[in-house]
């Protein structure tokens, strides 16, 4: 498919969905929200994971940070919701940046541990302190009608779309790309990997604190266990992956097809919606490694032969 | 300015749906699975054998009719975020009259914000913490009493054994209940001769209590009251033993009046200390079940296993729900909401009323594990058996 | 001081099943490159093994151990051969997710098969202690101690001196020259996560007796387990020792002069700081 005719075909899904608070039932808006979000956040993760190659488990952490950077602003002292998104904003990049610098050395899986490692510290860091509640938590003030949460949580994924679109076609991302590649041999060519991987990280900071920052203050409760979880994390990653990692489209698809099978098992047979994520991992790294982007790519030349070649690549 | 006018039109609609709908419809979103789901089962078999018995009685009297109660529980899977979207699931696509609360103070503060954006009450019976009922929402009922209070009853025992402690150990866990417990007992022990010496905070997920029961037993403190989660007061328990800590008396705001736990420590349970809103005797009278002897014996025949202040409450949260239906003699949300905060009646559970915030204030009975029994010691008429007091030390048993 | 030597008792013997849990992590990490997310529950699969054998057919605990071993390396042996063998030279991130999804399955499961209830593993001894040096050490955590050791030693030996072992380590470091020389990977693969497993299941034995289980400690073990492993080393898995030991030394001693509510705190904070100072962990070599 041409890449203009994608594009004029995401308008026109951008323009429907922003109309769905109008003709669709509160469930469906309470799903949509919840699966924006998800996009966004698998998007995000896209960046650091996707195009440079950096499996980060901290993503939950500027998604924390972000809504805890709104519930302080607006719980202890009283300032309105942007200025909390900025603060969230401010201390998820502070992070970022300055934790960025020492665990993005690190390679491969010694990276993700650290991001974890991070995760969790941050959890019980938080849980300690007064001003965000400790383990108790904030509640936000309350808001009728989601239609607003609906809308930003769609400007939200739009603004992080154009935003790897934009990474995919320029400078910034073909070294992000030659650093997943062979950083060594990146570096080698004059590409800054330290300041790439830094801004990559900054940049996903943003778009998940935000996605933090509105989720809160919909739910209107925020405590250390939810804001910070490392299953969250997980799940945006599988989103990511299943849809494929290092596209622009890959994540968003991957969550709202994951999201909506995830919903509608929850609706009907609740207790089969929890193993569902875990077989449906198992299943998609064994048989579609690279994601369905790759998957509907391949398929068409290979046919269900596709599934026997990932195993026979990968296999011992 | 928008989104008012789309929840006006939401309401009317819903309203409009409602007026001619029968029977009526009670919706909850509890935890049937996941960590929570050893207490949350309590609330999904209490409220289906409430809305049975009530059902078989008749059902509810609206207007010139009798109407049936339907129940529809959703499994939460112990996941907060999931309770939130059921609890929307059941108002607008379910399209429930009234909501039945969950297990949990942190589940019922979240949930309790959808009952209040929708203005559909609900009462539940899981969330104690005082949070709950000081944000000045008017849809929420609980008939869980305030944590700050668990200890009183015991503090009041404690001032008239002899000797009485001097000392006291306040360990309580980090989520919303029990600091609310936590911060109410420090307030109310000051009023006492008790001297705190030990006042630690310690992490929901911990099970090893081994630092602080070496602390605890150093300083040879005299009482210790724990506020946390079952989980947590069986590992106290089993690893007081094994440290061989033996202070005179230890309470517990949770686990001792339940049966399982009970099982599960055996021997080692004798003499522990805990409280109950709710004691299944006899002496409590109640509409559709008898009497609280008689629906525990229902109860544990039916489900398999001993009920306990859980279920009872889940028991008063759907009788509260009938009764005020029945005083306003209609299901229009707001009318029912006013009903419910002026309802006063006697059921199993005991006596059922709602103060200004919209919480029961029942008193706790003290407890205490006796020979393999549970026995009530202490109640809000004063001692009711003697308390083996001071626990003999662990070699000695 | 009494205070504090008592803490430090309790430091080391919690530290001694610290080192057991994350032993089976440290093993499959090293050699197979696998890091494995559903660590944490095949030792609680182990614990439950245990429970049902002490409850219903009224084995001794330490007796039913060397069974829950077994047992659960039955089950690492089939997880591996026949799903994880599929996916062992994909970038590594892969199996990170998989092994997440299989935490997730194991544990629904567990569930559905055990309930939630929390359950406890409570021999008759379960409470008995004596007095060392003036510290209160309990029977059942020392017991523990000593197999844990046991089984540490038992491991290194294994690997050093036995000619599966050998073949074990020879595979890790070079599938190729192995294979030349008639090792069959797949069954050696399968072979360590299946001993990977049954040293989990010897973990959750003793877990069992020490503390409660419930079908949902397996991801806060796993996550401890990654820091043990860490901080000691993976060099060796007998570095896992001094990982397991630092640990539960640091956390008791946080849990009294900080308070308790930060032992994760410092849990993982010495995780993350190991990872930028030191990544090959305390006693591993600097690469």
Known sequence: MKFS??????????????????????????????????????????????????????????????????????????????????????????????????????????FAIATLGLAEVMTAIVSNLEIAGRNVGLILPLVKGDVLFFELSLILLVVTTLAVMWISRSRFGFGLIAIRENEQAAAVMGVNTTLYKILAFALCSVFAAVAGGIHAYWITYLDPGSAFDVALNVKMIIMAVFGGPGTIFGPVLGAFVLSAISEILAAKVTSLASIFFGIVIVAAIVFMPRGFADLVRRFRHLGWRYFQENIRTYRV | MKNLALACAAMMALLASRVSAAPIELGASVQLTGQFANTGRYYGDAYQFAVEKINAAGGVKVGNTREKLNLKILDNQSDVNLSVRQYVQLVTQDKVNFLLGPFASDFVLADSAIAEKYNVPMIQGGGASDQIFSRGYKYIFGTLPPASDYFDSTLDLMGQLKPPPATLALLYADDAFDVSVADGTRKDASKTKLKIVVDQRYSSKASDFNSILSLIKSQNVDAILVAGHETEVLNFIRQAKTLNVNPKLYSFTVGVPSADFRAALGQDANYAFGMSSWVPSAALKDEYFGNAEQFANEYKKRFGYEPDYHAASAVADVQAFVKAIESANSIDPVKVRDAIAKVDFDSLYGRVRFNSAGQINLPQTVVQVQKGKLVPIYGPKGMLEQPLYPMPEWSKR | MQLLWQILVNGVLLGGLYALMALGLVLVWGVLNIVNLAHGALIMLGAYACYYLFTGLGWDPFAALPVAMVLLFCLGYVIQRYVLNLIIRAPMFNTLLITFGFEVVITYLAQIAFSADFRTINPSYAGANFSFLGATVPLVRLLAFAVALALTLGLWLFLEHTRIGRAIRATAQNLIAARLYGVNPRHLYALTFGIGAALAGAAGTLYGVVSQINPYIGSGLTAKSFAIAIIGGLDKSIYVLAGGLFLGIVEAVTALYIGPTYTDVVSFGILVLVLIVRPTGLLGRTA
Do not use: C, D, E
């Not at chain 1, 308008?11 to 919840?34: C, D, E, K, R």
């Not at chain 1, 901290?58 to 909390?84: D, H, K, R, T």
């Open chain 1, 5 to 110: 005719t994608k594009l004029a075909l995401a308008g026109v899904g951008i323009a429907l969905l922003a109309t769905v608070p109008w003709w669709g039932s509160a469930v469906l808006v309470q799903f949509g929200i919840n699966a924006l979000i998800l996009a966004t956040l698998a998007q995000s993760w896209n960046i650091i994971g996707g195009y440079t190659g950096y499996p980060s488990f901290g993503n939950s952490v500027f998604y924390g940070l972000g809504g805890y950077g709104v519930a302080i602003a607006m719980v202890q002292y009283g300032l309105p919701f942007p200025v909390g998104l900025a603060i969230g904003i401010g201390l998820a990049v502070g992070f970022a940046i300055l934790l960025g610098l020492p665990v993005l050395r690190l390679r491969g899986h010694y």
